[in-house]
């Protein structure tokens, strides 16, 4: 089930969502044409190492790794999350606090990934798990806005609108099992499920306080 747009405008240009957007691409694009010697170079500074950062070293990673992609598939489909899901939340919240919540659903999803497997020596990078973050407080304060997706049916691909309530938490749900399932083979490296997981429940937690803000102010009487 893949997402391609709501039905739920935004009241404001969401500037910290696409400037967050060409952050991702510019780093994806450096790190594209660099060689490869070089480009491992990179990946190790810059990436999150879990057996690195419980030692205390590499702490910025926990910032720099939110930017880092490893394929054209990775950051095409992250960018794309980010975009339906980014603008609301932005609108909501104000620009700065905005980008406070898209950092602190980062590291939510990092600490958990790493509570759950310390040890793992295969970096972790890549903005799914601030992204899923965007999900989770996108399936607090808009369940039920209508959800453009791209559904699998056999061989046929479809088009069909949805709430958002059950594409997130087809999403969800699908993480948690594939996460469940990967317990014991993380040092094999592939994706971060528990990031995924962690960044979503922080971006729930995190966005209750504003679940009834935009409703007390629309119905504010003007002095």
């Known amino acids: 089930m893949i997402p391609l747009r709501d039905h739920n405008p935004s009241g404001k240009v969401p500037v910290v969502t696409y400037t967050l957007i060409a952050l991702n691409v510019l780093v994806f694009l450096y790190t594209f044409l660099l060689p490869g010697d070089l480009l491992e170079e990179f990946i190790s ?3 999150l190492t879990p057996a690195v950062v419980v030692q205390g070293y590499g702490l910025l990673t926990f910032l720099t790794s ?9 950051i095409l489909g992250n960018m794309l999350f980010l975009n339906i899901f980014g603008d609301n939340l932005e609108d909501r919240l104000g620009h700065f606090r905005y980008l406070l919540y898209y ?5 939510g999803a990092s600490f958990l990934q790493i509570l759950v497997n310390p040890h793992s020596q295969v970096p972790m990078l890549g903005a799914s798990g601030a992204i899923a973050g965007l999900m989770g407080g996108y399936l607090v304060l808009f369940p039920q806005e209508e ?3 791209l559904f699998s049916f056999g061989w046929t691909l479809r088009q069909v609108t949805v709430p958002a309530y059950s594409m997130l938490f087809y999403w969800f749900l699908a993480q948690l099992l594939s996460g469940v399932g990967a317990l014991g083979s993380f040092d094999s490296g592939g994706v971060a499920y528990f990031a995924h997981i962690g960044g979503f429940v922080t971006g ?5 306080p504003f679940k009834h803000q935009g409703r007390i102010e629309n119905i504010r009487t003007p002095l």
């Open 147 to 149: 959800i453009d997706v």
């Open 204 to 208: 729930a937690a995190l966005i209750l």
């Open 45 to 47: 500074a810059f990436a």
């Open 103 to 107: 950092l602190a659903c980062g590291l």
């Open 66 to 74: 939110m930017f880092l992609h490893g394929s054209v598939g990775h």
